[in-house]
């Protein structure tokens, strides 16, 4: 019997895993990938928003802004990419001058810190290719960005050294109540909780109704966005949004934490909530968009094009509740969800407390995390890792200069990568321009050696990723 299982790896299940890692329990995380982060958290804008942007009083305006507090420090402590390169969101017009004001009267009343109006000459200082047509901005010096996959996996692997059980690639199918708490079904296994935490993303309204009657739905909404090669990075040094509308936040402008350029996400309601292919449409909609905050961008160095779905629901705010008796619905957690995650944890974490589960401290429980890729290295670090491990003298992934020795690391970690994706997400191969083109084959090649399997059964992604359909000739290299 598990004192709490957690349904759903993504960053409020890492989250929570990481939070509750710090208490003598016994903690069980189901996620139905093969993977921790492969829903929202992996494809989304990777902002830590300031908390300029959700309605004073609600449950999103208060853990945004905690949340963003929170964040430094455990980037810092798991050594998570985190990048303190504020926000500026652009006026155009009159009507757009009074939408800063009451974004600004907004951040006021949430806490944020910092946050000023800034004239058209005032922003151009900050952003040399800011277009002639910004008449004002509102600039929110806490904003931040972050390796959103990273902060998710990174939380987890540390839940995992203090204790946290994972079972990855089991889709939850029921749960029942018992005398005692809840068994929870998947095509592995049933396992017994006293507490189940529902964070499931976009199926969190299903979790939920495997336990309580229907209280929310959960209404899919697509964002489509362009990566661009490092060489336009210099493009946008804050995040550049525009102002928000009904559909959410509006396309952003943004360097990222791998120094690239990021432009979108449009805004598409879906009716197949795990269907992330991008669209034509909508990527052109994203790209003409991005143009009217920063008309110099050029896209011909486009490297990548990916679709992130959001948790949107029919209600205004997080669903944050116990839908029945030890079952806590962390659901419908749309942006600013990543902002938000840590607090959400905490917030989780007492409720359980106040509900009556007994949480006293492990003194040698850990957080921090030791991550250091060979490029990151001192020239003395970098002879000493070599000396260590010579595969670390192997560069596998030229254009990010990652080495077979962090590849190694990667899938010898506590919680492995078994995927090439799962190994990108880790270290970073196939990130840079070749996206892949190069370093793949050797990827999968190592997979397969260090797992002791046929490069066959090496999955791109998911289930039924499958990147080799045939055996390859005995002993021929890839
Ligand atoms: C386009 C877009 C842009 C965004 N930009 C930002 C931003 O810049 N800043 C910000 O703060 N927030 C942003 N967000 C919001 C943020 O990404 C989400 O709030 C956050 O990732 C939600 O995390 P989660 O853990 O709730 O969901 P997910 O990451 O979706 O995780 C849910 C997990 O539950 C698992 N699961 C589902 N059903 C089952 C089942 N039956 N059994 C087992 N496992 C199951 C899934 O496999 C998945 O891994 C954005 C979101 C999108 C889509």
């Known amino acids: 019997m598990y004192d709490v299982t957690i349904i759903g790896g993504g960053i409020i299940g890492a989250a929570c895993a990481y939070t509750l890692s710090r208490y003598k329990l016994s903690i069980l995380l189901i996620d139905k990938e093969n993977d921790i982060a492969m829903g929202s958290t992996r494809a989304n804008s990777a902002i830590i928003h300031a908390g300029f942007d959700p309605e004073p009083g609600t449950l999103m305006a208060s853990l945004n802004v905690e949340g963003s507090r929170m964040a430094p420090e455990i980037c810092r402590a798991l050594n998570v990419p985190y990048i303190n390169n504020g926000a500026l969101v652009l006026g155009f017009s009159d009507q757009d001058d009074k939408t800063l004001e009451m974004l600004y009267e907004r951040g006021r009343q949430n806490g944020v810190e910092g946050l000023c109006l800034l004239s058209r000459e005032e922003a151009r200082k900050k952003e040399a290719f800011l277009s002639d047509r910004v008449t004002s901005a509102l600039y929110a010096p806490t904003s931040a960005i972050v390796d959103p996959w990273e902060y998710a996996i990174a939380m987890s692997e540390t839940a995992a050294v203090n204790g946290v059980q994972f079972r990855l690639g089991e889709r939850v199918t029921a749960i029942k109540k018992t005398e005692v708490g809840y068994e929870i079904t998947t095509p592995c296994g049933v396992y017994s909780s006293r507490y189940v935490i529902n964070a499931a993303g976009v199926h969190s309204d299903e979790i939920h109704e495997m336990v309580a009657p229907k209280s929310f739905t959960i209404i899919p909404v697509r964002g489509d966005y362009c990566v661009l090669d490092k060489v336009e990075n210099a493009r946008a040094a804050c995040t550049l949004f525009q102002c928000p509308s009904k559909d959410g936040k509006g396309v952003l402008v943004t360097p990222t934490v791998h120094g690239n350029l990021l432009t979108g996400p449009n805004a598409i309601s879906c ?208």
């Open 271 to 478: 009716a197949n909530r795990d269907r992330v292919n991008t669209e034509a449409q909508g990527i052109d909609f994203v790209k003409h968009a991005a143009l009217k905050s920063v008309p110099s961008i050029d896209y011909r160095q486009t490297i990548r094009q990916y679709a992130g779905m959001r948790a949107n629901s029919d209600q205004s705010d997080f669903i944050i509740g116990f839908a029945d008796k030890g079952f806590l619905d962390l659901a419908g957690i749309k942006s600013p969800g990543l902002s938000a995650a840590p607090a959400i944890a905490r917030l989780a974490a007492d409720m359980l407390k106040e509900d009556g589960l007994q949480m006293s401290e492990t003194p040698d429980s850990v957080f921090t995390r030791e991550k250091r890729l060979f490029k990151q290295m001192s020239p003395e670090e970098k002879r000493a890792a070599i000396a260590r491990e010579p595969l670390y003298g192997r560069v596998i992934c030229r254009c990010e200069t990652i080495t077979e020795g962090d590849i190694l690391t990667a899938i010898h970690s506590p919680l492995p990568a078994r995927t090439l994706d799962g190994v990108k997400r880790r270290v970073g191969t196939g990130m840079g321009r070749c996206q892949g083109g190069f370093c793949s084959p050797r990827v999968v090649e190592i997979l397969a050696r260090e797992w002791g399997v046929k490069p066959e059964s090496i999955l791109k992604d998911g289930a039924g990723s499958i990147i080799l359909i045939g055996p390859t000739k005995d002993g021929a290299k890839l």
